[in-house]
T-cell receptor, first 112, second 111 residues
Framework: DAEITQSPRHKITETGRQVTLACHQT?????MFWYRQDLGHGLRLIHY???????NKGEVSDGYSVSRSNTEDLPLTLESAASSQTSVYFC???????????FGPGTRLTVL | DAKTTQPPSMDCAEGRAANLPCNHS???????VYWYRQIHSQGPQYIIH???NNETNEMASLIITEDRKSSTLILPHATLRDTAVYYC????????????FGKGITLSVRP
């Protein structure tokens, strides 16, 4: 069955380190998204992509970057991890029609 | 995207129907109503969406008022596994396909 996976599921890192979170989907969806979820803020959009080599900033993109070299993957990179980036990160994908987003299981990131 | 208003929480008995309300009084003509839910520690899960007609799938039914200013998600026979946060989201489809999640409504299904 087609699916969307995230790795690692849990990560502990130190302030200042570069961290990359992986997202892989097998639906061949054009659209992919990264969200973070924190208590009191709900889900907030970090970056999104509408296709290979396309990337766009969401509402909380500072300190994060993405690149889309193929349809299946959209890795999220924290250039220099900060404690404020401790959060649960969700990846999602969708096809344009129907425009329904399907979410991965999440990655819990702790920055010490 | 138009703003939605949901009560913070509700509960229902297992086996009974759960009716989750949502107000979206500023919805535009091209905006759909989407419902997602998030079970504790899991990623959000798509439930259903609609434009103006009532919709039903294997998970739920969506009832949208004629003026489209409010809607109700119906889980016909709630189970304990339906305990989750339910998000009502209003958005247009197409190139700008971002979802904006509010606080949602916490549904607690009691035995």
């Amino acid at each position: 069955d087609a699916e969307i996976t995230q790795s690692p599921r849990h990560k502990i890192t130190e302030t200042g380190r570069q961290v990359t979170l992986a997202c892989h989907q097998t639906w061949n969806h054009n659209n992919m998204f990264w969200y973070r979820q924190d208590l009191g803020h709900g889900l907030r959009l970090i970056h999104y992509s509408y296709g290979v080599h396309d990337t766009n900033k969401g509402e909380v993109s500072d300190g994060y970057s993405v690149s889309r070299s193929n349809t299946e993957d959209l890795p999220l990179t924290l250039e220099s991890a900060a404690s404020s980036q401790t959060s649960v990160y969700f990846c999602a994908s969708s096809e344009s029609i129907p425009d329904t987003q399907y979410f991965g299981p999440g990655t819990r990131l702790t920055v010490l | 995207d138009a703003k939605t208003t949901q009560p913070p929480s509700m509960d229902c008995a297992e086996g009974r129907a759960a009716n989750l309300p949502c107000n979206h009084s500023t919805i535009s003509g091209n905006e759909y109503v989407y419902w997602y839910r998030q079970i504790h520690s899991q990623g959000p899960q798509y439930i259903i969406h609609g434009l103006k007609n009532n919709e039903t799938n294997e998970m739920a039914s969506l009832i949208i008022t004629e003026d489209r200013k409010s809607s109700t998600l119906i889980l016909p026979h709630a189970t304990l596994r339906d305990t989750a946060v339910y998000y009502c989201i209003v958005r247009a489809t197409g190139a700008n396909s971002k979802l904006t999640f509010g606080k949602g409504i916490t549904l607690s299904v009691r035995p």
